[in-house]
């Protein structure tokens, strides 16, 4: 008779209590995955998603040179080292709120996924909560540093399904005007969704953005993930 397969339960590798509740990296078997309050947020399965949303964003600009990127989210780092990896972006700024993952980078076990983009000189890490930089209440946000040519976001699973309660004013058309003050005329901006959300959609064309659609990525099973995309007007 054989034996029934029980993979291994997660192990969790560190947890920390902070402003926004409680962050966990964990490992099961050979991923390592970021839980916020609860809610999985992602692991180091694939990094599809990731690779597109930083893509679609570059390929949505009008082909001007070294364009720069915020990216809102560091999470496991794919979108980071898939920017970073490409030299055709210019600088590369990361806004991440939680304090625990950008340690977990720095000498943690995520660190393998972004060494070397880390080390890059195009890159930099930005220790602030993603809305309140966007809104301007961060320091150095005001400054032209606090421009880009494209943001790519990925705070939440979604503009219907955040992680804080918080995170649904950047979807919101104060939010999103926030979003369009960031932005470099004819700049685009990237979010990252679990699934379609038309409603979003509505808002981004409201809020006056161009060229609004989304790009779906092929999941195993369910619904595609996607990623909405927008353009401020030139």
């Keep these: ?75 496991v780092g794919f979108s980071l080292a898939h920017a970073a990896a490409d030299p055709r972006w210019g600088r590369i700024s990361v806004v991440e709120r939680e304090r625990a993952i950008i340690d977990w980078h720095l000498g943690g076990p995520l660190s393998e996924l972004s060494r070397e983009a880390l080390a890059d000189p195009r ?29 790519c976001l990925d ?30 005329p004819g700049g685009v901006l990237a979010v990252w969704s679990a699934q379609p959300s038309p409603a979003f959609d509505s808002a981004l064309r409201n809020a006056g953005f161009q060229q609004v659609r989304t790009e779906e990525i092929p999941v195993a099973r369910g619904v595609p993930d996607v990623v909405h995309l927008a353009t401020r007007a030139a």
């Excluded at 916020?36 to 949303?53: H, K, Q, V, Y």
């Excluded at 705070?155 to 470099?184: F, M």
Aim: a negative charge; one cysteine or more.
């Design 1 to 75: 008779m054989h034996t029934p397969y029980r993979p291994d339960p997660p192990v969790v590798l560190d947890r920390h209590e902070g402003p926004y509740g409680e962050v966990v990296l964990r490992r099961h078997g050979d991923l390592l995955q970021i839980i916020a309050n609860g809610m999985f947020l992602m692991d180091t399965s694939d990094g599809r998603s990731e690779r597109l949303l930083v893509d679609a964003a570059y390929d949505a600009l009008d082909g001007r040179p070294r364009p720069s990127v915020l990216i809102g989210g560091l999470g």
């Design 155 to 184: 705070i939440d699973n979604g503009p219907d399904w955040t992680v804080t309660e918080g995170n649904e004013s950047l979807y919101s058309p104060a939010g999103l005007a926030a979003c369009q003050a960031r932005l470099n």
């Design 123 to 151: 890159t930099e890490i930005l220790h602030a909560d993603l809305i309140a930089y966007v809104n301007g209440s961060f320091a150095g946000a005001n400054t032209p540093s606090g421009t880009y040519d494209a943001l």
